[in-house]
């Protein structure tokens, strides 16, 4: 089986958490920066990565890396990487991304040409041709330059990792799944603990937690662009990751999930996307405003992204919506809450200073994800 360097991308901020996913399913990691986490593993974990990670972006597969600060170094750098390992002699290659922070190459443009231009003068001299068809499978490479450090990946996830494909219809302003996931695995929440979503929207947060509770793998109803490429990851080895995402699936598991939204059209598509997802019968969904939020039981969780004004409401309403929320909030009196927003006046709306505030970046925007702890069961204090 063929070993290899696996890069996974995340959001700014969640390394962390992806980091414990990689250690859980079973491998080690050996780099952690800024939005990547790396690891070692072999054709296996590339499957079994792409179907069970929540929280990464997508896998790559490490081609090698090299600095540059001048497009000749660029050229011979890529051209002195072993591309003929990876993509066939009919093989349809790309550099689809190239991004560069703090670094002397800057254009994605003319690095992406560049660098296409040294992978055929490669190509052409290890498979003896002059032109090359591109009639095969699809083989898109990936390419951030860090301190003119570049780094080459072959994307084996193709489509993101954040879509699981339960999320047909979308809200208006949809949380991304993985960010979703990574929030999630950020609380103390369980699957045998309480959790209410009061602006579910299209239901992105209970259908994650219900698909963690049944332990349902987020990429087990969707393929890969690796599944085509037989000689990097044979064709058994995602049968059996497959096989062992969906023999794990376990949809007996008891659940008290609960989503809510003012918007009687959301609350349809938030019951959709479940149905699609296969986890309808954990999640309750229901038309009602935050203002009437009543909940029984005790130790609940309410995980939630309220509107937060840039691409919903007039910004003039957040403070009496979260004043709102924190009204509800408080009459649970022993639930705690957990908030991602952009919105500033989060803490002075709710009427609380939040016990943790971390900054985390949903893709340009500046969010921020407050836990306000509530108290925790007797027999978890004591133990
Ligand atoms: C930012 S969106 C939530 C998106 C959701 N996380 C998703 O992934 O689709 C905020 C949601 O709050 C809902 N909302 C606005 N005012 C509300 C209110 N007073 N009570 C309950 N829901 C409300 C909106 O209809 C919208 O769906």
Redesign the pocket.
Known sequence: MRKYELIAPCHFGLESVLKREINDLGYDVTETVDGRVSFAGDEEAVARANIGLRTADRVLIKIGSFKAVTYDELFEGTKALPWEDYIPSDGRFNVVKASSIKSTLFSPSDIQSIMKKAMVERLKLKYNLSWFPETGHDYPIRVTILNDNVTVGLDTSGVTLQKRGY?KL????????NL?AALLNLTPWHADRILV?????????PIEAAMKAANMAPGVNRDFIACDWNDLVGRSVWKDAFDEAREAIDLSVETDIKG????KD?VD??RANARLAGVDKLIHFQQ??????RQPGHYGFII?????GE???EKKDLPA?YG?LGERFRALSDWSMFV??SFEGTEAAVGRKADKNRKIYNGMMKTYFYSFMGKKPEKRRQS
């Open positions: 999320r979308t809200a208006k302003a949809p949380i991304a799944e979703a979503d009061p602006f579910c929207g299209s239901g992105t947060f809510y939204d003012l918007d959301m598509i938030a009602q405003d935050i203002k009437d939020l939630t992204n309220p509107p937060y691409r919903l409401e919506l709102t991602i927003t």
